[in-house]
């Protein structure tokens, strides 16, 4: 079966300091990936698809970026952090190529930009 | 362009109470829809889905059908529990795309006991 793991589940940074959060998925090859923000009480923002390495497609303009350096693993990031930036983070999965096939989240990392 | 539109809560409900969360959308052919649900400090479980018309997803007691011709996409539980407290979205996939997904606003509920 397929599982997705995202980490770290929470995270507290200064503002200006960098981000890395990651994403693995296992189980499947070539899934199509996803990092969406959930700002507190509201709903889901997409912020990066992806469709295979090194493939990015970025949704909104701001100062994260995101990377794909192999097949299952999705990795955001950003140089210097802003407190706009806290929110819930999270990564999703869905297979390549078939119409019907759901989003399968993982879950989420609770990032507080102080 | 495609999008969902869900009823807004909060909604609060009574243990055994019957709940609906209206969902309706707007996309060109036939989109795959889905329910997904979020319990507290969680990521989205994918709930039920239903991918062509008439179809009815169900799980846990819950119920959605895929209705072409009102472009709804209603989620129905007979009987809720305390336990179904949690955020519920509904959302769509539009045909052919394989990697667009649009999701509403999501609607939380709370039963209390």
């Known amino acids: 079966s397929q599982t997705i793991h995202q980490w770290p589940a929470t995270l507290v940074q200064p503002v200006g300091s960098p981000l890395s959060l990651e994403c693995t998925v296992e189980g499947t090859s070539n899934p199509n990936l996803y990092w969406y923000r959930q700002a507190a009480g509201r709903g889901l923002q997409l912020l990066f698809y992806?469709?295979?390495?090194?493939?990015i497609s970025s949704e909104v303009p701001q100062n994260l970026s995101a990377s794909r350096p192999q097949d299952r693993q999705f990795i955001l990031s950003s140089k210097k952090l802003l407190l706009s930036d806290s929110g819930f983070y999270l990564c999703?999965?869905?297979?390549?190529?078939?119409?019907?096939?759901?989003?399968?989240f993982g879950n989420g990392t609770r990032l507080t930009v102080t | 362009g495609d999008s969902v539109t869900q009823m807004e809560g909060p909604v609060t409900l009574s243990e055994e109470a019957f709940l609906t969360i209206n969902c309706t959308y707007t996309a060109t052919g036939y989109p795959s829809l889905f329910w997904y649900v979020q319990y507290p400090g969680e990521g989205l479980q994918l709930l039920l889905k239903a991918t062509k018309a008439d179809d009815k997803g169900s799980n846990k007691g819950f119920e959605a059908t895929y209705r072409k011709e009102t472009t709804s996409f209603h989620l129905e539980k007979g009987s809720v529990q305390v336990s179904d407290s949690a955020v519920y979205f509904c959302a769509l996939t539009p045909l052919g795309t394989g990697n667009q997904f649009y999701f509403g606003t999501g609607t939380s509920l709370t039963v209390i006991p």
């Open positions: 992806s469709v295979g390495i090194g493939q």
């Open positions: 999703a999965w869905s297979y390549l190529d078939r119409d019907n096939s759901p989003l399968h």
